[in-house]
């Protein structure tokens, strides 16, 4: 038996009760409901005043937070599905894990695109206005979706190539394992998660100690800059450890197999939901242009005609 088909019998052995069931929907619906709400408000705010339109610095935080509602919208979906219908059709979970995937690996390239853009703004700031523009931005966004897409898609072309038509017909427990079963697409998604982990905090450390160097002697916004590339590297890592999530699983299966439901819950959580309400800390409380807009919209919103 090999791995995923050991997972799925795991969850299968161990069900929850009803009671720990609903209390688990209901802290999931919850938090994504507070999360997209937030997310909602920052980007109405973003759509609502020009001055971010023309900065590269808002323009990739909201592809940010566009993917960060996509993704935690699908996973809840996917959570409570699990629990009502357990069991949905092959086509339908392929739909709702590929477009999952794209937005789960389109957020740390993102968060290093936003390092980078830091980097330029602090240590070659005279040069910025020319290499960091909206086309240019808008390029890289494309750049950004078309390497998930070389990442996901062999996926479903795999499967649909070696999976016989009534495989598609069938109804599964939707994980991506079940969905993409093949044994090839599991080595290919180590390793392009070895090669995302290596560029991606490369990317990081690089930015981060450049600027550190630079904020010795440069002025607050560089330690600001700094503070924020700390904060992205934090994010990063909790994004990265979806790259580690197959071999965390393999070990509580090991570790804690009575509890493994509650260890995968835990794990999505801290995955899946956890990295996904940062992005507000980072630009709706901490970043003064954003936050001012942002209690503007607020103050005109909830404030008496």
Same mark, same amino acid.
């Given at each position: 038996?090999?791995?995923?088909?050991?997972?799925?019998?795991?969850?299968?052995?161990?069900?929850?009760?009803?009671?720990?069931?609903?209390?688990?929907?209901?802290?999931? #619906? #919850?938090?994504?409901?507070?999360?997209?709400?937030?997310? $909602?408000?920052?980007?109405?705010?973003?759509?609502?005043?020009?001055?971010?339109?023309?900065?590269?610095?808002?323009?990739?935080?909201?592809?940010?937070?566009?993917?960060?509602?996509?993704? #935690?919208?699908?996973?809840?979906?996917?959570?409570?599905?699990?629990?009502?219908?357990?069991?949905?059709?092959?086509?339908?979970?392929?739909?709702?894990?590929?477009?999952?995937?794209? $937005?789960?690996?389109?957020?740390?390239?993102?968060?290093?695109?936003?390092?980078?853009?830091?980097?330029?703004?602090?240590?070659?700031?005279?040069?910025? &206005?020319?290499?960091?523009? &909206?086309?240019?931005?808008?390029?890289?966004?494309?750049?950004?979706?078309?390497?998930?897409?070389?990442?996901?898609?062999?996926?479903?072309?795999?499967?649909?190539?070696?999976?016989?038509?009534?495989?598609?017909?069938?109804?599964?427990?939707?994980?991506?394992?079940?969905?993409?079963?093949?044994?090839?697409?599991?080595?290919?998604?180590?390793?392009?998660?070895?090669?995302?982990?290596?560029?991606?905090?490369?990317?990081?450390?690089?930015?981060?100690?450049?600027?550190?160097?630079? $904020?010795?002697?440069?002025?607050?916004?560089?330690?600001?800059?700094?503070?924020?590339?700390?904060?992205?590297?934090?994010?990063?890592?909790?994004?990265?450890?979806?790259?580690?999530?197959?071999?965390?699983?393999?070990?509580?299966?090991?570790?804690?197999?009575?509890?493994?439901?509650?260890?995968?819950? $835990?794990?999505?959580?801290?995955?899946?939901?956890?990295?996904?309400?940062?992005?507000?800390?980072?630009?709706?409380?901490?970043?003064?242009?954003?936050?001012?807009?942002?209690?503007?919209?607020?103050?005109?919103?909830?404030?008496?005609?």
């Amino acid at each position: 038996m090999n791995d995923s088909s050991a997972n799925v019998t795991m969850v299968i052995q161990y069900r929850d009760s009803f009671t720990k069931a609903v209390t688990k929907n209901v802290i999931v #619906v #919850v938090l994504g409901i507070s999360i997209n709400y937030i997310n $909602a408000g920052l980007i109405h705010t973003f759509r609502k005043h020009q001055i971010f339109y023309m900065n590269p610095r808002y323009i990739l935080f909201f592809h940010l937070v566009v993917n960060d509602m996509i993704q #935690v919208t699908l996973t809840i979906i996917l959570f409570i599905i699990s629990y009502i219908l357990y069991k949905i059709n092959v086509s339908i979970c392929c739909t709702f894990i590929l477009i999952a995937l794209f $937005a789960t690996e389109n957020t740390p390239l993102n968060l290093a695109c936003m390092a980078v853009e830091c980097y330029i703004a602090i240590c070659v700031p005279l040069r910025h &206005v020319q290499i960091c523009t &909206v086309k240019r931005t808008i390029m890289l966004i494309g750049l950004i979706w078309a390497t998930s897409m070389l990442s996901v898609l062999p996926d479903l072309f795999i499967t649909l190539a070696i999976e016989p038509l009534d495989f598609f017909n069938s109804k599964v427990f939707c994980l991506r394992e079940t969905a993409f079963p093949n044994p090839l697409i599991i080595k290919k998604r180590d390793i392009t998660y070895i090669v995302y982990l290596v560029i991606v905090w490369f990317v990081i450390f690089y930015t981060y100690f450049n600027i550190l160097f630079t $904020a010795k002697t440069a002025s607050k916004d560089a330690k600001k800059a700094r503070n924020t590339i700390l904060l992205h590297g934090f994010q990063v890592l909790l994004c990265m450890a979806t790259y580690a999530e197959p071999l965390l699983k393999y070990g509580l299966q090991q570790w804690f197999p009575k509890n493994y439901p509650d260890s995968l819950f $835990a794990c999505y959580i801290i995955i899946q939901i956890l990295p996904r309400s940062i992005s507000p800390i980072i630009y709706g409380i901490r970043d003064k242009t954003f936050r001012r807009y942002l209690k503007r919209y607020l103050l005109c919103k909830f404030s008496p005609q």
